[in-house]
């Protein structure tokens, strides 16, 4: 297993990652995209909500966002996932070569919308953890 070293705040604010065509600086980015990616989902062997959601308040927590920031860390994780099922929507609709195969875009929305689904339904579980 590899050791996942989390950056402080003040160091997070000078690097550039990329991630999913997505580049980030900023604490609140970058626990954004750790949560919807890393610590949010809807699998039958994923953890419980709460557990999920005290994980996202360690990522949080880890990179000093404050009260704004964790208001708006679930908020964007929705709207990620949203915009993850419009992109590949409209991918089926683009012009040709494509990254992936026709047959496998449903699914990839389908996993898009789902994921979404549980994050909505699951709310209140991680705000009050990032209370």
Same mark, same amino acid.
């Given at each position: +297993?590899?050791?996942?070293? #989390?950056?402080?705040?003040?160091? +997070?604010?000078? =690097?550039?990652?990329?991630?999913? &065509?997505? /580049?980030?600086?900023? $604490?609140?980015?970058?626990? @954004? /995209? +750790?949560?919807?990616?890393?610590? /949010?989902? *809807?699998?039958?062997?994923?953890? $419980?909500?709460? @557990?999920q959601?005290? !994980? =996202? %308040? @360690? ?5 000093? #966002?404050?009260?704004?920031? %964790?208001?708006? &860390?679930?908020?964007?994780? #929705?709207?990620? %996932? ?7 929507? *409209?991918? &089926?609709?683009? $012009?040709?070569?494509? /990254?992936?195969?026709? !047959?496998?875009v449903?699914g990839?929305?389908?996993? *898009?919308? !789902? ?6 339904? *699951? ?6 953890? #990032?209370?």
């Amino acid at each position: +297993m590899t050791d996942i070293r #989390l950056l402080p705040a003040d160091e +997070m604010r000078h =690097v550039r990652c990329t991630h999913n &065509l997505t /580049i980030f600086e900023t $604490p609140h980015t970058a626990a @954004v /995209i +750790m949560a919807w990616t890393w610590c /949010i989902s *809807s699998k039958p062997s994923a953890p $419980p909500a709460a @557990v999920q959601a005290a !994980q =996202v %308040r @360690v990522l949080a927590d880890a990179y000093g #966002l404050d009260a704004t920031s %964790r208001y708006r &860390l679930i908020d964007a994780a #929705l709207d990620r %996932r949203a915009r993850n099922a419009r992109w590949w929507y *409209s991918h &089926l609709a683009g $012009p040709f070569p494509r /990254i992936a195969a026709d !047959q496998t875009v449903p699914g990839r929305i389908r996993w *898009s919308e !789902q994921e979404h689904a549980y994050t909505s339904a *699951s709310r209140k579980t991680f705000d009050t953890a #990032l209370g």
